[in-house]
C-alpha cells in the first residue's frame, strides 16, 4: 500500500521546484506558475491526509476550496500583470522599481 | 497492490520531472505547456489518494481554466516577454541562480527531515481512523458524501468563498480595463 510519507515526499519535492522558479525566474508569468506549483503540492497533502476522513471528508472538500482560490489567485495576478505589462513594457520583477508617481 | 504502487511511482516521477523541466526551462512557451502534463500527473496522483472528484475538479478547473488564462496572458504581453529570455542564455550555469538553489535544496532537506521525523503513517489519529474504519477504501463512493457534506457541514466556507471568487472576479475585470476611461 502507498503510504503518507511517499505523497508527503513527492508533495516536499513539488513544493521545492516552486519555490526555486520564484526565488529565480526573470519572468511574472513563471513565477506565477511556480506560486502554482507550490499550491498543488499542498493539496496533494491535502488529499493524502484527507483518504482517513471518510464521514467529514474535511481534506477533500479543502482541497477543492483551495482549487477554487487558485482560480481567483491567477486571475487576479494576471489581470495584475497585464497592467504592469501595459506600464513598464516589461514583465520581469527585477526591473519594475518604480511607483506610480 | 504492485500495480498501484507502480503507477504511483510512475505518476510521481511524470510530475516531478516535468515540474524540474518547467523550473529549468528558459523557453516560457516550453515551461507552460510542460506545466500541463504536471497538473495531469497530479491528477493521477489524486486519483491514487482515491479522491477521484478532486482529480477531476483539478483537470476541469487548473488545465482547463487556470492555464488558458495564463497562455492568453503570455500571448496578450507580446514579444518583450520572449526578450527577457533571449539575453539570458549562453552561460550554462547562472551564478545569479546558485542562491536559489541553494535555498530550495536547503528547504528540501529541511521538509524531508520534518516528514521522516514526523512518521505520518503512526499518527494516532491516523491510526484510529483505520480502527474505526474512518477510512476510504477503493471500492467506496465518496461523491455523494462530499455533496452533502459541502451543503451542510462546510456551507460556511463555501459561501465565503463563493462571494471571494466574484469579488475575485470582479476586481480582475477591473484591474484589466483600459486606462483613462474611469
Sequence with gaps: ?101 | MTLVRLLFYVMSFIAIASALYAALSKNLVRSIFIFFVTLFALAGLYVIALADFVAVTQVVIYVGGILVLILFAFMLSGRETLNVIQHQKGKFINMAKVPAVILAVLFLAVIVNIILKADADNLPWIKQAIAQQNEITPTSSTIDNIGVNLMTTYLLPFEAISVLLLMALVGAAHLSRKEGGA
Excluded at chain 1, 64 to 70: G, K, R, S
Excluded at chain 1, 82 to 97: A, G
Design chain 1, 1 to 101: 500500500m502507498i503510504t503518507l510519507t511517499d505523497f508527503l515526499l513527492v508533495g516536499a519535492l513539488l513544493f521545492c521546484t516552486g519555490m526555486y522558479m520564484i526565488v529565480s525566474k526573470r519572468n511574472s508569468i513563471q513565477v506565477l506558475i511556480g506560486i502554482e506549483l507550490m499550491l498543488n503540492a499542498a493539496i496533494l497533502n491535502l488529499v493524502a491526509f484527507g483518504k482517513y476522513d471518510k464521514l467529514n471528508n474535511g481534506g477533500q472538500v479543502f482541497a477543492l476550496f483551495a482549487i477554487v482560490l487558485a482560480a481567483a489567485t491567477t486571475a487576479v495576478a494576471l489581470a495584475i500583470i497585464l497592467n504592469v505589462y501595459r506600464r513598464y513594457k516589461t514583465i520581469d520583477p527585477d526591473e519594475i522599481k518604480n511607483l506610480r508617481d
